[in-house]
């Protein structure tokens, strides 16, 4: 199966591989022991573009999963979430409405880098770790995300707290 971000999930009896878009690299490998899939024997997958739905057809029936594979949108519209990120407990801070090709520098008011990041994707997550993969500190944080394919930017803000 081809997702929308041109990987390829190749269906196998030791489970799921997924290659980069040029298939040359492994970029993830689905099993039994890393998913609540229980078996390894995967005869089908098909994918939903839209919400990056995969589901999977094994011998003892039909499984889905998310995943960060999804269209992107011809213009931004973000919305992160959860609001604000309690960098503490929440894992991720998912950043969705992302063009194709996007660049994102997550920064302080100030202008201060705190992560740069790169996706094909609709969507993707921050794990709120900075550069050096410390924990980001409590503060009001921006979004910038840009395209080299669309000509508009997008700014968004986020809050991280402690509690």
Do not use: H
């Not at 039909?62 to 503490?88: E, H, M, T, W």
């Amino acid at each position: 199966m081809i997702d929308a971000l041109n990987n390829k999930w190749i269906a196998t009896t030791k489970g799921i591989y997924v290659m980069n878009p040029d298939g040359t690299e492994v970029i993830a490998i689905f099993n039994s022991s890393n998913t609540p899939i229980p078996v390894n024997d995967v005869y089908s997958m098909a994918n939903d573009p839209q919400t990056g739905e995969v589901y999977f057809g094994t011998s003892k029936g039909l499984y889905v999963a998310n995943s960060l594979s999804i269209q992107p949108v011809d213009s931004y519209g973000i919305d992160c979430y959860p609001q604000p990120f309690k960098r503490l407990t929440d894992e991720y801070l998912t950043i969705d409405g992302l063009a194709i090709s996007t660049e994102i520098k997550i920064t302080t008011l100030d202008g201060e880098l705190i992560k740069s990041l790169k996706t094909e994707s609709k969507k993707m997550i921050w794990d709120g770790k900075n550069e050096k993969g410390e924990l980001a500190k409590s503060g009001v944080y921006m979004i910038i995300a840009n395209s080299g394919t669309i000509e508009n930017k997008e700014v968004a803000k986020f809050m991280i707290v402690d509690k």
